[in-house]
T-cell receptor, first 115, second 113 residues
Framework: DVKVTQSSRYLVKRTGEKVFLECVQDMDHENMFWYRQDPGLGLRLIYFSYDVKMKEKGDIPEGYSVSREKKERFSLILESASTNQTSMYLC??????????????FGEGSRLTVL | KQEVTQIPAALSVPEGENLVLNCSFTDSAIYNLQWFRQDPGKGLTSLLLIQSSQREQTSGRLNASLDKSSGRSTLYIAASQPGDSATYLCAVGRSYNTDKLIFGTGTRLQVFP
């Protein structure tokens, strides 16, 4: 079974802090994604990565950056956390077969609260 | 712009009922459609993936159908159980930008004993 692991299930941070959200997958998937999920807004794509050291902006990249130094790990970085970044963050991965054949697998989520 | 709608937003049924969840999308040019389940406070679990060339997929008590021309997919759950209680989301893969899925806002299902 594919396993996508998000290191922190719950985080509480203060405004202005730098926040790292880590995601690791164990199925050698090339593609990895970061989404945020908010009530009434559904899931929105923040960033995605086709492969190591490659990244593409999603629909709402402002205030976020990402890092993919190793194939299995995709990190989401909030350089200076703000209260409007309080949300559930979901990491996902998929094989390079792409959306035509590739099933998307999600981690358990990281609930971030910014005070 | 692709929009994905799931109606109803919430559904409550007694155990044992067969039920249908609906997913509608505005642009029929899709690569695939995926159904997910989400338990409260958890991530999404993939249920079924239907390619654009397929009409349906089955897994256990679940059957998902796809009608691209009408912009609709349905998830059929047979003999519902309390353990099926969760939010069900559909997501479509857009053909012109194939790495971005568009998610519906989900149907919250409660199956009571």
């Amino acid at each position: 079974d594919v396993k996508v692991t998000q290191s922190s299930r719950y985080l509480v941070k203060r405004t202005g802090e730098k926040v790292f959200l880590e995601c690791v997958q164990d199925m050698d998937h090339e593609n990895m994604f970061w989404y945020r999920q908010d009530p009434g807004l559904g899931l929105r794509l923040i960033y995605f990565s086709y492969d190591v050291k490659m990244k593409e902006k999603g629909d709402i990249p402002e205030g976020y950056s990402v890092s993919r130094e190793k194939k299995e790990r995709f990190s989401l970085i909030l350089e200076s956390a703000s209260t409007n970044q309080t949300s559930m963050y979901l990491c996902a991965s998929r094989s390079a077969g792409g959306p035509v054949t590739g099933e998307l697998f999600f981690g358990e989520g990281s609930r971030l609260t910014v005070l | 712009k692709q929009e994905v709608t799931q109606i109803p937003a919430a559904l409550s049924v007694p155990e044992g009922e067969n039920l249908v969840l609906n997913c509608s999308f505005t642009d029929s040019a899709i690569y695939n459609l995926q159904w997910f389940r989400q338990d409260p406070g958890k991530g999404l679990t993939s249920l079924l993936l239907i390619q654009s060339s397929q009409r349906e997929q089955t897994s256990g008590r679940l059957n998902a159908s796809l009608d691209k021309s009408s912009g609709r997919s349905t998830l059929y759950i047979a003999a519902s159980q309390p353990g099926d209680s969760a939010t069900y989301l559909c997501a479509v893969g857009r053909s012109y930008n194939t790495d971005k899925l568009i998610f519906g806002t989900g149907t919250r299902l409660q199956v009571f004993p």
